[in-house]
């Protein structure tokens, strides 16, 4: 499974920004795809994850209500839409491919990070 991150930049407090994750490879709809993100000097922590085969959600609770994660299955993409943002949602975005769970050593495949900065 291969994923690629593009996007993320840089948005006012209170603004929305939208995030994609192609995915490529013969199993990838498998397996869940979820959204990570890394803060400068903390561990990376969970954001929301959604089920390819049965389109289930899962968020945490500090985004709920304001993320949404969706998929295009012609596209193979999955998308976060981040409405809005605070300046502590300012961290390196990495979506991952795995089974559905909120915990990172569940998923094994990573694609590169994409900054996402929050100005107040």
């Known amino acids: 499974v291969q994923l690629q991150a593009p996007g993320g930049g840089l948005v006012q407090a209170g603004g929305s920004l939208r995030l994609s994750c192609a995915a490529s490879g013969r199993t990838f709809s498998r397996y869940a795809i979820g959204w990570f993100r890394q803060a400068p000097g903390k561990e990376r922590e969970f954001v929301a994850t959604?089920?390819?085969?049965?389109?289930?959600?899962y968020y945490a609770n500090s985004v709920k209500g304001r993320f949404t994660i969706s998929k295009d299955n012609a596209k193979n993409t999955v998308f976060l839409q981040m409405n809005r943002l605070k300046p502590e949602d300012t961290a390196v975005y990495y979506c991952?491919?795995?089974?559905?769970?909120?915990?990172?050593?569940?998923?094994?495949?990573w694609g590169q990070g994409t900054l996402v900065t929050v100005s107040s």
């Open positions: 959604i089920n390819w085969s049965d389109d289930y959600t």
């Open positions: 991952a491919a795995g089974a559905i769970s909120t915990i990172r050593s569940d998923y094994n495949y």
